[in-house]
């Protein structure tokens, strides 16, 4: 069981958090604060896995949670649920080791993914731990776990579809996550059956509850692998509408 300490300022937005927690199970809401000047000694007297932090906070921003915790040699995993989207905030909580990083608002689909890759990365590093000596590939495929790099194919079956070898699995660009490419995949297939086959990024975001930004960047990948293609729709104004439709 993961144990996890949530930290938001809006009572109702950490509620919504905890029951998402327990309801996705292999988590455990361990304590819930409104202030980030309580989390570090939290912590220390609480055992925490994982901490779910916002940013803006009444007395101490969670960026500068994040430094104390560091600098306190204080190891707990974090993963930033915030509505700042600001570069250098993201730089920050990346340069301190931060396992995720979601941008509010976002639906629950998207935090369960996240949520769960976690989970499983978590699993997979657990079971490591007591090998006395590793291989290279083994160091290899740990490091890519503990990154999040690692693709775990039986979750995107069109990576089945056109794989030939292992030396031909495509690498996702990094940021992305085979769960979501799978559920955008899976929506752009469905979309196919329809009177107008073609979904908008807009329309991609609102079905998978990720962002448009998110929503984009996953379909010009897609399109990029020759797996879905894009399909300008021109309208009144004149400017076309970037519409996407699957191909295989």
């Known amino acids: 069981?993961?144990?996890?300490?949530v930290v938001d300022d809006d009572f109702a937005v950490a509620r919504l958090h905890r029951r998402f927690l327990e309801q996705l199970g292999g988590f455990e809401v361990v304590g819930v604060l409104e202030r980030g000047r309580a989390v570090a000694p939290?912590?220390?007297?609480?055992?925490?896995?994982?901490?779910?932090?916002?940013?803006?906070?009444?007395?101490q921003d969670g960026l500068a949670v994040l430094s104390?915790?560091?600098s306190k040699g204080l190891g707990v995993d974090v993963i930033m649920i915030t509505a700042d989207n600001e570069r250098e905030s993201v730089r920050l909580a990346v340069g301190h080791g931060v396992q995720d990083y979601l941008v509010k608002p976002f639906g629950i689909e998207d935090f369960n993914l996240r949520l769960s890759g976690y989970r499983d990365r978590r699993e997979q590093l657990v079971r490591h731990v007591d090998?006395?000596?590793?291989?290279?590939?083994?160091?290899?495929?740990?490091?890519?776990?503990?990154s999040g790099r690692e693709t775990d194919h039986t979750n995107v079956p069109w990576l089945e579809k056109t794989t030939v070898s292992s030396a031909d699995t495509p690498q996702l660009p990094k940021g992305f996550t085979a769960p979501t490419l799978a559920m955008v995949s899976e929506s752009l297939k469905d979309a196919a059956t329809n009177s107008d086959p073609t979904l908008s990024a807009k329309e991609l975001s609102e079905t998978c509850g990720i962002s448009r930004v998110s929503a984009r960047r996953y379909l010009d990948f897609l399109v990029s692998r020759q797996l879905a293609e894009l399909k300008p729709r021109y309208g009144a104004t004149g400017r076309p509408e970037h519409r996407y439709r699957w191909r295989v």
Request: cysteine-free; glycine content about 0%; charged content about 25%.
């Open 131 to 146: 090998a006395a000596a590793l291989a290279q590939d083994e160091i290899d495929q740990l490091m890519a776990v503990a």
């Open 42 to 59: 939290f912590v220390q007297e609480t055992a925490t896995d994982l901490i779910l932090l916002d940013v803006h906070l009444p007395d």
């Open 1 to 5: 069981m993961i144990r996890v300490l």
């Open 68 to 70: 104390e915790l560091r």
